[in-house]
């Protein structure tokens, strides 16, 4: 029996989208430099956590199908704090898993920045944003921008952030029926890996583009069917490495009746584009409410 005695916290984690994203050339570690427009959702995964001094240990309740607890980014990076910081203390995590993965909307990194920002609440640890983003970055290329929670054009692989003010449209969100690895898209030796680098941080995004979705669109048929009919009926655009695909729309009403006509089993979703992350707000009320000795 587990001896949980603190209550859980919830804090939200939200997907992202990238709204466009330049591959602008490639460093000598093979990672990609790029140019990506981050902003995000208001919808994503849930995460509960309840802190406790009797042990260090880490326990995550809810084991995600398909991913080792050891592997978890949730796992790892609360180790990673525990580690860094020398904490003493241990926790009880638990996920509701609402985010498809292998997606492109960076559910495993964003639930890794939560725990970050959330234990470093919870245990008083008092590490900066900028402290965290350099811990979070070595989980994956896209711990930062979480961490930060406000949009941004991403330069680097995705860790030099300038703050943008994109328009917050609605969007749906589908997922053809495939998982694509984004090792295996950035490692494709027909990637294009030269966009010219942008001139100014105040981009046209429908000027713009996904480097990676012509590519996916060759080698997986069902994005290539998928973004084919959407674009009958809204802007549609891979994020990430796909496989999901979002279409904008100015309000709630029109992404919902095109997701009624969505052909059978696509998987999707209607969220809206958020250019601060429903997260920091969550943790700002949570922080008020802990007891100073907790
Ligand atoms: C595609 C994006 O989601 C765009 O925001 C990110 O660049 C990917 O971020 P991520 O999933 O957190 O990626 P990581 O877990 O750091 O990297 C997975 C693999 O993708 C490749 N990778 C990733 C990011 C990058 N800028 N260049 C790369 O070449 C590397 O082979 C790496 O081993
Ligand atoms: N907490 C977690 N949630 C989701 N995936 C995780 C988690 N921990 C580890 N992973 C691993 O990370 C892989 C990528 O999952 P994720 O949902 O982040 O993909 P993604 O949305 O394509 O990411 P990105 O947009 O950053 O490329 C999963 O297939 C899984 O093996």
């Known amino acids: 029996m587990n001896n949980i005695s603190q209550p859980f916290y919830t ?9 466009f994203l330049h591959i602008v050339g490639r460093r000598e570690d093979g990672y990609h430099e790029l140019e990506t427009l981050f902003q995000f959702l208001d919808y994503g995964d849930l995460i509960e956590i309840s802190t406790t001094t009797s042990s260090n240990e880490i326990n995550l309740l809810t084991p995600i199908a398909g991913v080792s607890n050891h592997d978890n980014l949730m796992v790892k990076a609360a180790i990673l704090l525990q580690n860094y910081t020398n904490c003493s203390a241990g926790a009880y995590l638990k996920i509701k898993k609402i985010l498809p993965m292998g997606g492109g909307l960076g559910g495993g990194s964003s639930n890794a920045a ?6 470093n ?4 640890l008092n590490l900066s944003i900028q402290t965290l983003s350099k811990l979070g970055l070595s989980l994956g290329a896209d711990v930062p921008i979480f961490i930060n929670g406000y949009a941004a054009l991403a330069r680097g692989v995705g860790e ?17 029926d495939v ?9 494709d030796k027909n990637l294009p890996r030269n966009s010219p680098r942008l001139t100014s941080n105040d981009v046209e995004i429908e000027s713009c583009r996904n480097d990676c979705e012509t590519l996916v669109i060759n080698r997986y048929p069902e994005v290539a069917k998928l973004l084919t009919w959407l674009v009958e009926y809204a802007p549609s655009r891979m994020t990430g490495t796909g496989a999901c695909i979002f279409s904008r729309f100015t309000t709630r009403k029109e992404a919902l009746l095109i997701q009624s006509k969505l052909p059978q089993g696509i998987e999707s979703f209607v969220a809206q584009g958020i250019n601060q992350s429903n997260l920091h707000s969550t943790l700002a009320e949570i922080a008020l409410t802990i007891p100073p000795n907790n």
């Open 11 to 19: 804090f939200p984690s939200p997907a992202k989208l990238n709204l």
């Open 160 to 176: 030099q952030l300038s703050a943008v003010y994109p328009k917050e449209y609605w969007y749906l969100v589908t997922k053809p």
């Open 114 to 119: 939560t725990v970050l920002l959330a234990l």
């Open 121 to 124: 609440v919870l245990w008083k």
């Open 179 to 187: 998982h694509i690895s984004t090792a295996t898209i950035f490692n």
